[in-house]
């Protein structure tokens, strides 16, 4: 088989991206905090069902339980047209079950306010699609007399061209207030990708573990959770 020149990168990237497209056991989170926290250590909290625990560049503390907060109330900004959203009031119950595992309680009058916003951007992207053209030449060698002896022979050259695909990138946003002051002691950014269609509801509970993982992170530091998924 021939192969054109660059070939074995474009295969590299169209295996890659097959990887993306549903054959990968993980779920890579890219996540981005800022904060005026001390950073503490943290146990992780129980992983969310069907899931291992996360692993990051930043590690999880197993053994020193939370110090950040104690017991400290939060509750939820609430906006006046979602308020019967109930799509919506399924993804406070999944952010207030995460804020737990940081030693917080979900009660009024509270010490701090918890807001999120969530998106899900299309994007188009390109990869390279390979296909195999065949082609037919023909080989002569000679015989013992000198007569040629020719014999047809196949081959295969392989080629590529470009096809678009859309991803969207589902994006969770979460500010912590403190309710005294009403400064945002906290803020976190989330992202993964999915395909075909936007997949915010199935995300979500890795979106948030995610941004909260080893609380409150590094300062302004952009880092790549994963999280390893069970094999169907």
């Known amino acids: 088989m021939m192969i054109n020149k660059n070939s074995f990168t474009y295969l590299v990237l169209f295996l890659a991206l097959s990887l993306l497209s549903g054959c990968a056991n993980f779920l890579d989170v890219k996540v981005t905090r800022y904060h005026v926290l001390p950073i503490p250590k943290l146990a992780?909290?129980?992983?969310?069902?069907?899931?291992n625990p996360p692993t990051?560049?930043?590690?999880?503390?197993?053994?020193?339980?939370?110090?950040?907060?104690?017991?400290?109330?939060?509750?939820?900004?609430?906006?006046?047209?979602?308020v019967e959203d109930l799509e919506f009031k399924q993804f406070v119950?999944?952010?207030?079950?995460?804020?737990?595992?940081?030693?917080l309680k979900e009660s009024e009058p509270s010490d701090f306010l918890i807001d999120f916003r969530l998106s899900s951007p299309a994007s188009v992207g390109e990869r390279m699609q390979p296909y195999t053209t065949p082609y037919t030449r023909v080989n002569c060698l000679r015989d013992v007399y000198g007569n040629p002896?020719?014999?047809?022979?196949?081959?295969?050259?392989?080629?590529?061209?470009?096809?678009k695909?859309?991803?969207?990138?589902?994006?969770?946003?979460?500010f912590i207030i403190d309710a005294k002051t009403n400064q945002r002691?906290?803020?976190g950014r989330a992202e993964a990708i999915s395909y075909d269609e936007p997949n915010?509801?199935?995300?979500?509970?890795?979106?948030?573990?995610?941004?909260?993982?080893?609380?409150?992170?590094?300062?302004?530091?952009?880092?790549?959770?994963?999280?390893n998924l069970e094999k169907k």
């Open 93 to 103: 119950r999944v952010i207030a079950n995460e804020l737990s595992y940081l030693g």
């Open 44 to 51: 992780p909290p129980p992983s969310p069902s069907g899931v």
């Open 165 to 174: 695909y859309n991803f969207f990138t589902n994006e969770l946003s979460l």
């Open 200 to 227: 915010m509801k199935g995300l979500l509970p890795f979106l948030t573990r995610a941004a909260l993982s080893n609380f409150p992170g590094p300062s302004g530091v952009t880092e790549t959770v994963r999280f």
């Open 56 to 82: 990051s560049t930043i590690g999880l503390n197993t053994n020193v339980p939370p110090t950040v907060f104690n017991g400290q109330h939060f509750a939820m900004v609430k906006e006046v047209e979602k």
């Open 149 to 163: 002896n020719c014999v047809p022979m196949t081959s295969y050259q392989t080629n590529y061209y470009p096809v």
């Open 185 to 187: 002691i906290w803020q």
